[in-house]
């Protein structure tokens, strides 16, 4: 080992071992640990789509041929009622053979080709046109219609700093309590699975309309996007002898 090499081992031990006293002696500190929540609900501006394509036959080419030209004709379908193409993805594109329980059998019933189809919209009003639209084909299947807004990460960061502070009330309650008070943060976290998911929109049956959560017409029923953010905090505990 050359001497830059031992030196350089050397010094990494003693930062380690400072690091595991450092940490210790936190350990050793008053403190107290609290959790704080905080909720931000907004009304979805977005609202996200993922279709399944699929059609089966008798022979792999012909199923290819005609499942190529059934997705061109989705597609088409979605960038003529409006959706912005920078918004529409395809992906799992896959084609195999077609098995088939019959009679307790399994059994080989020609092939199937498939694709997914994904796509974003921000007008609300192409909901009639696009799913009275995609009813018409058999070969289309809605797996998922979920809401999301513009900006999320805007209200994410804000109900993060409502969240801090929740903790920081929360702790200072706590040990004022007891006569005591709360002194520097010794450890902040996110419980990164805190966050509430998306609200799926409620469709009416045979496209009949319903009222939406702001009064509207469209079929669909917006609701609120809850945004849930969750903070865990340690601060010094600190009591006068």
Do not use: C
């Amino acid at each position: 080992m050359t001497k830059f090499a031992a030196r350089f081992v050397l010094a990494t031990s003693v930062l380690i071992a400072f690091a595991s006293l450092a940490r210790a002696d936190d350990d050793a500190l008053p403190k107290v640990t609290v959790y704080g929540t905080a909720t931000t609900e907004v009304t979805p501006d977005l609202m996200n789509w993922h279709l399944t394509i699929t059609n089966k036959g008798k022979d792999l080419a012909p199923v290819a041929d005609n499942h190529h030209r059934i997705v061109a004709g989705v597609l088409k379908l979605l960038k003529d009622s409006g959706i912005d193409e920078q918004k529409i993805q395809t992906a799992r594109m896959a084609f195999g053979e077609n098995w088939v329980y019959r009679s307790n059998n399994r059994v080989k019933e020609g092939y199937y080709a498939s694709t997914s189809v994904s796509f974003e919209m921000s007008d609300f009003d192409l909901y009639r046109t696009l799913w009275s639209g995609l009813a018409q084909d058999e070969h289309v299947s809605i797996d998922y219609v979920g809401y999301d807004h513009s900006k999320r990460i805007d209200y994410q960061n804000e109900t993060r700093i409502k969240a801090l502070l929740a903790a920081k009330e929360k702790a200072k309650a706590l040990a004022e309590t007891l006569g005591s008070q709360i002194g520097e943060p010794l450890l902040i976290e996110e419980d990164a699975g805190s966050q509430s998911m998306y609200p799926v929109p409620t469709f009416s049956n045979n496209l009949r309309t319903v009222e939406s959560a702001d009064g509207g017409s469209e079929g669909i029923a917006k609701g609120k996007i809850p945004i849930k953010i969750r903070i865990k905090a340690s601060f010094r505990l600190i009591t006068q002898g």
